[in-house]
Nanobody, 125 residues
Framework: QAQLVESGGGSVQAGDSVELSCTASERTVRTLNMAWFRQAPGQEREFVAGIKRWSSNTYYTDFVKGRFSISRDNAKNTVTLQMNSLKPEDTAVYYC??????????????????WGQGTQVTVSS
């Protein structure tokens, strides 16, 4: 089992930056595919960014490429999502997630094994 706890988030203005952190317990983050998802009101939960286990390979959905960056700190057992140039459409609850699958299917909602509780990010225009 792994416990994931997110921190960060809050209310910001368009163009601002926010950093989200996800700290894991019971498992080390480098042994897991770690990901961030988000869910806006009335929308399905969607993949945002991921970092592959045992490597530094990162993956992003198109609408955050060039603005968001995911990274892993093995010493702190933490994964961070740095979000820059935020837009109102980035407003959502952001969830940390993890799985230990092979890469294929690692970034789908249904294949996540562990979830954090979510943290709200609100971007005002």
């Amino acid at each position: 089992q792994a416990q994931l706890v997110e921190s960060g988030g809050g209310s910001v203005q368009a163009g601002d930056s926010v950093e989200l952190s996800c700290t894991a317990s019971e498992r080390t983050v480098r042994t897991l595919n770690m990901a961030w998802f988000r869910q806006a009101p009335g929308q399905e939960r969607e993949f945002v960014a991921g970092i592959k286990r045992w490597s530094s390979n990162t993956y992003y959905t198109d609408f955050v490429k060039g603005r968001f960056s995911i990274s892993r700190d093995n010493a702190k057992n933490t994964v961070t999502l740095q979000m820059n140039s935020l837009k109102p459409e980035d407003t959502a609850v952001y969830y940390c997630a993890a799985n230990d699958m092979a890469l294929s299917g690692a970034w789908t909602t249904e294949n996540q094994k562990y979830w954090g509780q979510g943290t709200q990010v609100t971007v005002s225009s």
